[in-house]
């Protein structure tokens, strides 16, 4: 069975040169998570500095335990490791001050913090807030707005269509009409096919998607390599864009 949970709202601010997003402490987690994006390069050389002082910054705002990563997001080609020896730091607060350790902490420093639901609630009090209950009812109303899409579509797709075929067979009236409308779309068809009348600017819109789609699944059949290749690249870009966007919002 799963165990309720509460999740609370992720921060982020601002900063010169780069930003941090905090993600509080999630229920049955030991810590929360705090994520340093530097995107100038002109402070790689300041990052230990920079990450010790965010944690101290966000213990003292939420006393926690905190796991703090940086995120390289400038021009530059490093990781953490590279420049400090280390991959992430730990803090947590302990008789007023910040205990700090990089990578892991000593058997004998490990933080004893009351992190259960009424204690974190206390701690993140002005946060907003989603529960594992809200979360399943929005989910079950989704879900029941698709069965009712769903149900719309079989209607339409199939009893409507069911129902025409018997009036038409049972009623000469219904039959009628089903039958004008089907001369109706040959008719017209015939005209296009004979050139006779000219296709909606839509239309040929739609066609000319149509054959190029066409033809690039065709060319990806044949070269599937090339194809994954050319997939990870655009995965790529839109991410770089995505972070691009993100860095300018953040700099202004």
């Given amino acids: 069975m799963i165990n309720p949970w509460v999740r609370f ?19 049955d987690q030991e810590f929360a998570i705090l994520k340093v994006n530097i995107y100038n390069s002109k402070l790689t050389d300041s990052i230990k500095s920079i990450a010790e002082s965010e944690l101290k910054y966000w213990v003292s705002k939420y ?4 796991m703090l990563m940086i995120s390289n997001k400038t021009d530059e080609e490093w990781c953490t490791k590279d420049k400090l020896g280390h991959n992430f730091l730990l803090g947590y607060p302990k008789l007023g001050k910040v205990i700090l350790y990089w990578d892991e ?10 992190l259960s639901k009424e204690s ?8 907003s807030f989603s529960t594992y209950e809200e ?8 879900v029941k707005g698709r069965k009712l899409l769903l149900l719309i579509l079989t209607l339409w797709a ?34 296009e096919l004979w050139g006779r009348k000219k296709k909606s600017e839509k239309k040929l819109v739609k066609e000319k998607d149509q054959l190029a789609k066409d033809h ?3 060319h990806c059949q044949l070269n599937p390599e090339a194809f994954l290749r050319l997939k990870n690249e655009n995965f790529k870009k839109e991410r770089l864009e995505k972070e691009r966007i993100k860095i300018e919002s953040m700099s202004n």
């Avoid at 979360?135 to 989704?142: D, F, G, H, P, S």
Wanted: net charge negative; glycine share 4%; aromatic share 16%.
């Fill in 9 to 27: 709202e992720d921060i982020e601010e601002k900063r010169d040169g780069y930003y941090v997003v905090y993600s509080p402490v999630f229920t």
């Fill in 63 to 66: 006393p926690t335990p905190i």
């Fill in 105 to 114: 902490y000593p058997e004998a420093e490990k933080p004893d913090i009351d």
């Fill in 120 to 127: 974190l609630a206390k701690i993140y009090s002005k946060l």
């Fill in 135 to 142: 979360v399943v009812a929005k989910q079950n109303t989704e």
């Fill in 158 to 191: 199939c009893i409507i269509p069911a129902l025409i075929a018997f009036l038409g067979w049972s009623n000469p009236i219904v039959s009628f009409m089903a039958l004008a409308y089907s001369w109706y779309v040959a008719f017209n068809k015939g005209l």
């Fill in 216 to 218: 690039h699944h065709y």
